[in-house]
């Protein structure tokens, strides 16, 4: 299954805010991932979850594109009533060029078979 977000993220670690601005922001980000989850049956058994980044501009190194995908990470995780440390979910990052002034989000949930396969 694939859901498409609106959300703009921002830059990862390098985001530069105060405390209070980053708990509005990250609990904004929740917020969003969760409601556009809120609907669909969390599917049981080992996922591989795929999130990608959709942003104008030439994009993130890895440690920042990981941060800046923190807050949906753990709101993925919460719908599937699991930990995001659970070894149950494989977590992917990946990042896509959006058109200027249209930055949004995927998440993609595929079940892993026994073994590991897809």
């Given amino acids: 299954m694939i859901f498409t977000i609106n959300l703009k ?34 599917p ?16 993130l190194d890895g440690d920042n594109l990981q941060g800046s995908l923190k807050a949906p990470r753990d709101a993925v995780a919460g719908w599937l009533g699991r930990d995001d440390a659970d070894k149950s979910i494989d977590w992917v ?14 998440v993609e949930i595929q079940p892993i078979a026994e073994g590991g396969a897809l």
């Avoid at 002034?101 to 995927?106: C, S, Y």
């Fill in 9 to 42: 993220l921002g830059p990862g670690m390098n985001l530069r805010e105060h405390h209070f601005a980053r708990a509005r922001r990250v609990k904004n980000e929740k917020s969003v991932v969760g409601w556009s989850l809120r609907k669909q049956q969390a």
């Fill in 44 to 59: 049981a058994g080992p996922v591989r979850v795929i999130l990608t980044r959709c942003m104008a501009g030439k994009g």
């Fill in 93 to 106: 990052y990946a990042q896509a060029p959006a058109p200027l002034g249209k930055g949004f989000m995927t």
